[in-house]
């Protein structure tokens, strides 16, 4: 991880600079969290994704950042000497020196393959915003999921099960946040109460989901209000309600234009008197994969 000081310094870098930082701690974050052990074997391995960033960051933006990396691991200091102070132990500050040191290896290794290695029909972008996160511009995302439910109402609680998926439109703030909202469907089968032999209900949800996702590396995590309702097979009256909503997820580099991501998410929902209903209380928690289009 960055030190706060290095963050700072960080503020005063071109954006085509930072947005190429992020793209080389995202690689390596990605490479390590594989169990990198041989430090060749593990840089041959990022060298393409790597040149992606690099081939179209402009030169100016890849002698910063390289400049940048170089005044961390001064800062920070030698791994290894780190290390054997600290009793031979991988001490935080031992990870964060080996972190930039890997990180200045890679990028220091692309730079000097950058003229013979990038391909001839991949151009410079002057306003380079970073292929590994959605930096600056506006995104798609699709997600789906499961999850397990507990309603309460009339005071009695009952089990369920169902699934949703969400088309989101998002905008990347500086690449630590994206604010997203669109549109979800959700459904899925619930117990009824007091019924011999069992009976259930399907249920019904849309919903208008507004997300702020804060983001550290790989991870990020979803802060979620909406306003939502709903309605049944056999009961096409709507109630409404409100959700909030908190998620973690785990992201991938990038394929094909896409961010992929796993993760999971617990939310509660309140459902006011509506609709013929009495009052709804729900809870969900399930697992969550995602693909946001980032061009």
């Known amino acids: 991880m960055l030190s706060s000081a290095a963050l700072a310094r960080a503020q005063e870098l071109s954006p085509a600079a930072e947005s190429l930082l992020t793209d080389v701690a995202r690689i390596v974050d990605a490479e390590e969290s594989t169990g990198w052990f041989l430090d060749e074997e593990a840089q041959e391995s990022i060298r393409g994704t790597m040149l992606a960033s ?96 507990l309603r309460q109402t009339e005071g009695d609680w009952t089990l369920g099960g169902g699934g949703l998926a969400r088309l989101l439109a998002g905008y990347g703030l500086g690449g630590r946040a994206t604010v997203l909202a669109g549109i979800e469907f959700g459904g899925g089968a619930m117990l009824k109460p007091n019924t011999e032999p069992t009976e259930f209900v399907i249920n019904y949800f849309p919903a208008i989901p507004l997300v702020l996702r804060l983001r550290n590396l790989a991870w990020h995590y979803d ?43 617990v939310a509660y929902e309140y459902y006011v008197p509506s609709g013929g209903r009495d009052a709804q209380h729900f809870i969900r928690g399930g697992l969550r994969v995602g693909f946001m289009w980032a061009p």
């Open 223 to 265: 802060f979620e209000t909406a306003p939502v309702a709903l309605f049944q097979a056999d009961n096409g009256n709507f109630s409404f309600g409100a959700r909030g909503a908190f998620g973690i997820g785990l992201s991938a580099l990038r394929t094909r234009g896409f961010l992929p991501w796993a993760g999971a998410t």
């Open 54 to 149: 690099v081939c179209r960051a402009p030169i100016s933006a890849r002698q910063q950042a390289l400049a940048e990396l170089q005044r961390q691991s001064r800062e920070l200091g030698s791994a290894r000497d780190l290390f054997e102070r600290d009793g031979r132990q991988m001490t935080s500050d031992v990870e964060e020196a080996l972190f930039v040191e890997r990180q200045l290896t890679a990028l220091a290794f692309a730079l000097e393959r950058a003229d013979t290695d990038c391909p001839f029909w991949v151009d410079v972008e002057p306003d380079f915003t970073g292929r590994q996160s959605d930096r600056d511009r506006f995104t798609l995302s699709l997600e789906s999921g499961g999850n397990a439910q």
